[in-house]
């Protein structure tokens, strides 16, 4: 066969004629491989050492969703095209399908079906996106079954409001990002990854993970924006409250979002139409999860009740859930670090009480359930910054709070809280700072260990007298404006100067008072040891009998011998120039604290009738010191052990 090959060819030049290709090499055409047979092409890999293979096999370690007709272009709806790509890889070996930068449309109604051993991978965040265009919608990706799945790289776009999802009275699933829902069986899932993912725009959850056991999953840096209900929402479905066995492994680490969660406020029922999502989470906790490095900013709750706008109650930072008895286990074992949130809601919003305007329950950390380790948390401008308190079947017990942060937590009612604990928590360690908080802290329950720094609170401290006897204190304070310490039960009847721990909802402590709970203190020194009570007041205020130091002998006997003061050492000035005091003792004499004896500068006065030793002149022990002094009942004389005679001699009036 004549080729008719150009006369006046260049060098690399490509001539093809009846299916066959030649190339100029500058003297001679060279045949080429037979087209479209990419086994016949070498592929040569760059680095030293590296195996040749061929082209066709190279291009067959990855698979594109292209390869299967996906556009990709925003427009075109893509939904087949990338279940069937799905499909083939999950039938074949499993790996990545790789989805090229691009926006690529999907029916969110039917949605889109992850299956074992598939990893979807695009080019980063905001360059790849999955974005539902359809009504109706119920989730952008569902997985059903099997190990080594996940997402990575890219963006999923429900596109809500835009896009209206179906109602929970007419399916579960209402405007999912992704959600891993395996069905009532709880099949486990091995080797889950979901890193590198940006969710927005949902009727519903970002990232659910319901009736699955998660053997072993990671989820790693992912973005939230505009989220209808909880950001990442973990459901521990598994052995009924089987406390060996916890049905999420998962370590959760970077969480980001600047506008919080629950925006879908409307549309979570159909009837009424007022019901909406309502005290959604960031991340809502359940089974054994470490989480790290959350960050919230936004945080709010949303709705005015004006129409179908439901005023929500409230939303929450992070929130550790407790267990649901024949439904699923609760968050115990969980360990948190590093968490920021902060709440968009006025200072002057949130009230306690039922759905209405103007609620903006919005809380940092809520932790339900028992043996919770939290660490590293900062909260600002929420009611709440970290609370703890039982609901109908989980109890707070066993937590540690650690290096805990809560700044101007406050509400529309004085219902602000720094740290709140309530009568169910028990067990537990707070370390925590709390600063220009309604209340700094509110702590209940029993047998703690509470260390807590509060400054410019309007009320330090909170605590109910069961648990200021049976817990352990630490406490530093400054410029609390109402007081320190309030003890908020009555006890009607009792002297409010006698009960060092009021009862009252009355302040009598000042607001620079500390408490340490403790049975048994040492002062230990090397030579010396020292307790000291330091008054730093530098005015000249101080009239007589102003106190500058006192210790009070207190007992909290709830018997007859009765609450209160029973005796006092004090240092007083004596409103003298020349810094003159004394020092005064008081015990308790039936209507109050009366001085008994007072040291002066210059002399001592003793205000109660003076009682000396008694002894007859032949008892009169013979190694008493010097000065002592005895009533002799056999003279009836008061008789005075001397030096002179090294014996006992009649006292005689100067």
């Known amino acids: 066969m004549a080729i008719n090959f150009p006369t006046s060819p260049t060098t690399n030049d490509i001539h093809v004629e009846s299916n066959f290709s030649w190339r100029f090499n500058g003297s001679s055409w060279v045949a080429l491989p037979t087209p479209g047979v990419a086994s016949n092409v070498a592929y040569t890999p760059a680095l030293t050492g590296a195996v040749n293979t061929d082209v066709e096999s190279k291009l067959r370690e990855s698979v594109s969703v292209k390869d299967f007709g996906a556009v990709g272009d925003g427009a075109t709806d893509d939904t087949t095209e990338i279940q069937?790509?799905?499909?083939?890889?999950?039938?074949?070996?499993?790996?990545?399908l790789y989805f090229p930068a691009g926006t690529y449309i999907m029916n969110g109604a039917t949605g889109l079906t992850l299956k074992t051993g598939v990893m979807i991978k695009g080019d980063g965040m905001g360059l790849t996106t999955i974005k539902n265009n359809t009504d109706s919608w119920r989730y952008v990706f569902l997985c059903t079954e099997g190990d080594n799945v996940g997402f990575e790289s890219l963006t999923i776009d429900g596109n809500w409001p835009?896009?209206?999802?179906?109602?929970?009275?007419?399916?579960?699933?209402?405007?999912?990002g992704i959600v891993i829902n395996v069905g009532d069986n709880a099949e486990d899932i091995n080797n889950l990854k979901i890193s590198n993912v940006e969710v927005k725009n949902t009727g519903h959850y970002g990232i659910g993970l319901q009736t699955v056991n998660v053997i072993s999953g990671t989820i790693n840096n992912v973005h939230f924006k505009n989220i209808g209900g909880d950001c990442i929402d973990i459901k521990s479905y598994g052995p009924l409250l089987d406390e060996s066995y916890y049905s999420k492994k998962l370590i959760v680490d970077g969480v980001f979002t600047t506008d919080g969660c629950g925006h879908n406020n409307t549309g979570y029922k159909t009837t009424p139409a007022t019901a909406g999502h309502n005290e959604q989470a960031v991340v809502d906790v359940g089974g054994q999860v470490v989480l790290s490095n959350v960050f919230i900013s936004g945080l709010d709750s949303f709705g005015d009740d004006v129409g179908d706008n439901h005023m929500q109650?409230?939303?929450?930072?992070?929130?550790?859930?407790?267990?649901?008895?024949?439904?699923?286990?609760?968050?115990?074992?969980?360990?948190?670090?590093?968490?920021?949130?902060?709440?968009?809601?006025?200072v002057s919003e949130g009230t306690e009480g039922a759905i209405g305007i103007g609620n903006k329950q919005i809380k940092g950390v809520v932790i339900n359930d028992r043996n919770i380790t939290l660490s590293n948390v900062y909260v600002e401008n929420c009611l709440w910054g970290v609370g703890a308190n039982n609901t109908a079947y989980g109890l707070p017990r066993g937590l540690i709070l650690n290096n805990i942060m809560a700044l101007n937590c406050r509400g529309a009612s004085n219902n602000g809280y720094g740290i709140y604990m309530n009568s169910f928590c028990s067990l537990c360690s707070v370390d925590a700072l709390v600063e220009d908080c309604q209340n700094g802290a509110y702590i209940d329950g029993n047998t703690h260990r509470i260390s807590l720094t509060m400054s410019d609170n309007d009320v330090g401290l909170q605590a109910q007298h069961t648990v200021i006897r049976q817990s352990s204190w630490d406490l530093t304070w400054s410029n609390n404006a109402i007081a320190a310490l309030r003890n908020s039960y009555a006890d009607a009847g009792v002297d409010e100067n006698d009960v060092p721990l009021p009862r009252s909802t009355q302040d009598y402590i000042d607001a620079s008072t500390s408490i340490v709970g403790i049975r048994d203190m040492k002062v230990i020194g090397n030579r010396q040891a020292r307790f000291d009570l330091v008054s730093m007041a530098d005015d000249t205020g101080w009239a007589a009998d102003g106190y500058f130091g006192k210790v009070r002998f207190i007992t909290d006997d709830e018997s007859d011998f009765g609450r209160g003061v029973r005796a006092q050492v004090a240092g007083r000035h004596t409103g003298s120039t020349g810094g003159q005091s004394?020092?005064?003792?008081?015990?308790?004499?039936?209507?109050g604290l009366v001085p008994s004896l007072v040291v002066a500068w210059d002399e001592v006065k003793c205000n109660s009738p003076l009682k000396l030793s008694a002894s007859s002149t032949a008892s009169l022990p013979v190694n008493a010191a010097e000065g002592t002094i005895i009533y002799d009942t056999t003279l009836n004389?008061?008789?005075?052990?001397t030096a002179a005679s090294g014996g006992w001699e009649t006292v005689t009036s100067a």
């Open 84 to 96: 069937a790509a799905i499909d083939a890889v999950s039938a074949g070996v499993g790996g990545e």
């Open 162 to 176: 835009t896009r209206e999802p179906v109602t929970v009275d007419i399916d579960g699933l209402r405007g999912e």
């Open 582 to 591: 004394e020092l005064e003792f008081s015990v308790e004499g039936g209507s």
């Open 313 to 346: 109650t409230g939303n929450v930072g992070v929130r550790f859930r407790a267990p649901v008895p024949e439904y699923r286990n609760g968050s115990a074992g969980s360990v948190a670090t590093n968490i920021y949130v902060s709440s968009d809601k006025a």
């Open 637 to 641: 004389k008061l008789v005075v052990k």
